[in-house]
T-cell receptor, first 109, second 111 residues
Framework: EDQVTQSPEALRLQEGESSSLNCSYT??????LFWYRQDPGKGPEFLFT???AGEEKEKERLKATLTKKESFLHITAPKPEDSATYLC??????????FGKGTKLTVNP | NAGVTQTPKFQVLKTGQSMTLQCAQD?????MSWYRQDPGMGLRLIHY???????DQGEVPNGYNVSRSTTEDFPLRLLSAAPSQTSVYFC??????????FGPGTRLTVL
């Protein structure tokens, strides 16, 4: 059965304190690994898609990386507006996306 | 493009009532899906469709019906609402293995 596990469940950082969020996946025939950001009361907002091990993508203070078992979302010098829940999802051989439970990030000024 | 739209934004039902949550997309995506999101449970797939006239069950389909008569629309029906269906519901669409886009959500309370 396809599974996605995110850690930690919650993370508190000081503004400027870099860190990483982890997404471990067990998916047969990975077709895509997706990162989303979700603000309270809103739908998930797309951030990145990674398709193969070794691939990296960047957007402002965020960088996503992918290995054969894990993906990391690196946050460099975060700001309070980066506070949100970050979701990871994987698509294997089926049409379905399997989501992790998310990491709630809080960045204090 | 409006993307993925959902109506209503909020809804309160009494146990046993029925209702339909509407979802529409204007991106000509063949794949559409419905999720519910509950605290500590993450996003769970209810039903999905790979094209007009084709639907299938996800992880938590009981108590929900769907149909897909057009590419654009994918309504979710609650035939007899139960308190356990209190949740936030998200509709999503995508094309193939490309990015999946989500709607803004419907917050449903069943009393």
């Amino acid at each position: 059965e396809d599974q996605v596990t995110q850690s930690p469940e919650a993370l508190r950082l000081q503004e400027g304190e870099s860190s990483s969020l982890n997404c471990s996946y067990t998916v047969s025939g990975l077709r895509g690994l997706f990162w989303y950001r979700q603000d309270p009361g809103k739908g998930p907002e797309f951030l990145f898609t990674l398709y193969s091990a070794g691939e990296e993508k960047e957007k402002e203070r965020l960088k996503a990386t992918l290995t054969k078992k894990e993906s990391f979302l690196h946050i460099t010098a975060p700001k309070p507006e980066d506070s949100a829940t970050y979701l990871c999802a994987a698509q294997g051989g089926s049409e379905k996306l399997v989501f992790g439970k998310g990491t709630k990030l809080t960045v204090n000024p | 493009n409006a993307g993925v739209t959902q109506t209503p934004k909020f809804q309160v039902l009494k146990t046993g009532q029925s209702m339909t949550l509407q979802c529409a997309q204007d991106m000509n995506h063949e794949y559409m899906s419905w999720y519910r999101q509950d605290p500590g449970m993450g996003l769970r797939l209810i039903h999905y469709s790979v094209g007009a006239g084709i639907t299938d069950q996800g992880e938590v389909p009981n108590g929900y019906n769907v149909s897909r008569s057009t590419t654009e629309d994918f309504p979710l029906r609650l035939l007899s609402a139960a308190p356990s269906q209190t949740s936030v519901y998200f509709c999503a669409s995508r094309s193939g293995a490309d990015t999946q886009y989500f709607g803004p959500g419907t917050r449903l309370t069943v009393l």
